[in-house]
């Protein structure tokens, strides 16, 4: 029993001491492993953050050159001159002398129209004419005859009364004597009135005949202008009559031509500055072909609803690049600027500062530079403040990864 006793208490004794080293043993362990962590924190923190990579961009040079002062608008081509040609007599119509689309001068023919029933009243009027002549003459004979009957008249007259103070003759032979003299005078009065009578029917139908001759003149329809002729509304065989409302065609003088456009109201000033204004003009989407005119008229007043004023520019046009009713690009040269700076538009950038631009320095570093613009110049900004030179290298593409500082490598470098 003794035995089994001291046993048993080893035993205990054993475990217990066990039990007692398992508390250092970790805590041994979790020093050691804070150790270990502390040491490689430590590694980490003493290595150089990996240096950025350059940010690839685009650049171009900023320019220094004379550019011109200019206005840019959307104008509309006007024909100089614009007539619609009408029948002005009825009849039909016989012949179309020119083709659709083609220029004509002023006094060509046009179109012919039946012109027989014209004809026709123009002969019978010349008739009236010559029968009424033939009156008149008459008439005129007459009062000839009258004036002679009435010339003996009165040298009987004149007798007589020398041969009634003499008792030759009796008072009632002398007043039948004096009684045809005043009867003869009273005649002569009716005859002049009737020559002016057939006169006067003379007249008028000298005037139907130029009627008719005019009347006859319209059965030939001339271009009364210098032009280009339009579609026609209509062809040969067709009845025309004077009431029809659709011209027959429109004839538009497109040479000299007019291009309408308006400008602010600020720029008048500067406009009448200038004495013959140059302006160009180019078709929408032609933009490597224009053509060259002047300033030939300033509207009598402003457009107060939309604040500006229209004018006119004429341009020769011998080639017919304009065409009217056509919308162009209208551009109005106003001055001259020397040694302006120019930078392509897209290197342009706005913050919260106002515009600017990234230079690019020597060392391949990029700095910001405040810059002020208000024009363009083909595809250019022309720079009207701030610090940038020509010949500085500027950013036109990339600027959104970049800070003040930052290196940069151009497209295409090698690094």
């Not at 083609?102 to 009027?125: H, Y």
């Not at 209509?234 to 007019?258: E, F, M």
């Not at 224009?290 to 300033?298: K, M, N, P």
């Amino acid at each position: 029993m003794a035995d089994s006793f001291d046993t048993f208490e080893q035993t205990t004794l054993s475990e217990k001491s066990r039990r007692n080293w398992w508390p250092l043993i970790i805590g041994l362990g979790m020093i050691g492993g804070g150790a270990f962590w502390l040491h490689s924190l430590g590694e980490e923190g003493s290595q150089k953050p990996p240096a950025k990579k350059p940010v690839v961009v685009t650049v171009a040079v900023a320019q220094q050159r004379t550019i011109p002062v200019q206005l840019r608008s959307i104008g509309n081509v006007e024909a100089t001159s614009s007539v619609a040609l009408k029948a002005q007599v009825d009849g039909q119509l016989m012949q179309v002398h020119f083709t659709q689309g083609q220029f004509v001068r002023k006094g060509q023919l046009l179109f012919t129209l039946d012109n027989r029933s014209l004809i026709a009243t123009l002969n019978q009027a010349q008739s009236l004419v010559a029968k009424d002549n033939a009156l008149v003459r008459q008439s005129q004979a007459m009062l000839s005859r009258d004036q002679a009957q009435l010339r003996t008249a009165q040298v009987q007259v004149k007798r007589y009364q020398s041969l009634l103070s003499q008792g030759a003759v009796s008072q009632e032979q002398f007043d039948t004597i004096r009684t045809t003299a005043e009867t003869s005078a009273a005649t002569i009065e009716v005859d002049r009135a009737n020559v002016i009578n057939t006169q006067a029917v003379v007249e008028a139908d000298q005037a139907a005949v130029r009627n008719a001759q005019v009347q006859l003149g319209y059965t030939e329809i001339f271009a009364p202008i210098d032009g280009r002729t339009g579609s026609l509304s209509i062809y040969a065989g067709n009845l025309v009559r004077a009431s029809d409302t659709s011209p027959l065609v429109i004839i538009n003088r497109v040479s000299p031509i007019y291009v309408t456009f308006t400008v602010p109201e600020q720029q008048l000033t500067a406009i009448r500055r200038v004495k013959n204004l140059p302006v160009s003009a180019s078709a929408s989407g032609d933009k490597g072909h224009s053509v060259r005119g002047s300033l030939s008229f300033i509207d009598n007043a402003v457009d107060a609803t939309t604040g500006t004023i229209k004018l006119k520019a004429s341009f020769a046009n011998p080639d017919n690049y304009l065409v009217p009713g056509q919308f162009v690009d209208v551009t109005t040269t106003l001055a001259e600027l020397p040694n302006a700076v120019l930078v392509p538009l897209p290197a342009v950038q706005v913050g919260q500062q106002g515009q600017f631009v990234f230079v690019v320095k020597p060392d391949s570093s990029v700095e910001m530079k405040p810059i002020t613009t208000t024009r363009t110049y083909q595809g250019m900004a022309v720079i009207e403040g701030g610090k940038l030179s020509a010949g500085e290298t500027v950013v036109t593409d990339g600027q959104l990864q970049l800070v003040p500082g930052a290196k940069v490598t151009t497209k295409g470098a090698k690094p």
